[in-house]
């Protein structure tokens, strides 16, 4: 994303509408509906693709450039999956360095948690957990050094 394109997503998000008794169930299998309803974002086409994609298959790959959105999708798709599906399961994201896990996708994650009261508990670091077998946690292959934190 661009600096100004960042900047109007991130002003989306401390705008978000507090929504207390949502059936996040009713979203089940419609993230483009939870994503514009209960996280009150208008996606771009390329966005909605990879949403689609995400919804229609079991592997999605996103080649893409630099700053287009991916990371803020990322997120997006993750409090979908994590808050209208109440079987066991796991969402882990990953990211090439610890930096981009931590500040980037779960800053959204974080975000999200926190505005739009999605349930569980969504902790400063890279974890959400819903239940004991239903949580979200980001990883990445370098540990983070002191640089990182």
């Not at 109007?8 to 514009?36: M, W």
């Amino acid at each position: 994303m661009t600096e100004s394109t960042e900047s109007r997503a991130l002003e989306k998000l401390s705008n978000l509408l507090t929504i207390d008794d949502v059936d996040y169930q009713l979203y089940t299998g419609n993230p483009h509906g939870f994503i514009n309803d209960v996280l009150d974002i208008t996606m771009w086409s390329r966005q909605e693709e990879i949403v689609q994609s995400v919804l229609d298959n079991r592997f999605t790959v996103v080649d893409s450039g630099f700053g287009t959105g991916k990371s803020l999708c990322a997120a997006m798709l993750t409090c979908w999956w994590l808050t209208t599906y109440e079987d066991e399961g796991i969402v882990i994201t990953l990211a090439p360095t610890w930096q981009q896990v931590a500040s980037i996708v779960w800053r959204y994650i974080r975000h999200f948690g926190r505005k739009a009261k999605l349930p569980g508990i969504v902790f400063e670091t890279p974890r959400w957990d819903i239940s004991p077998n239903r949580y979200g946690i980001g990883l990445s292959p370098r540990k983070a050094t002191k640089e990182d934190i």
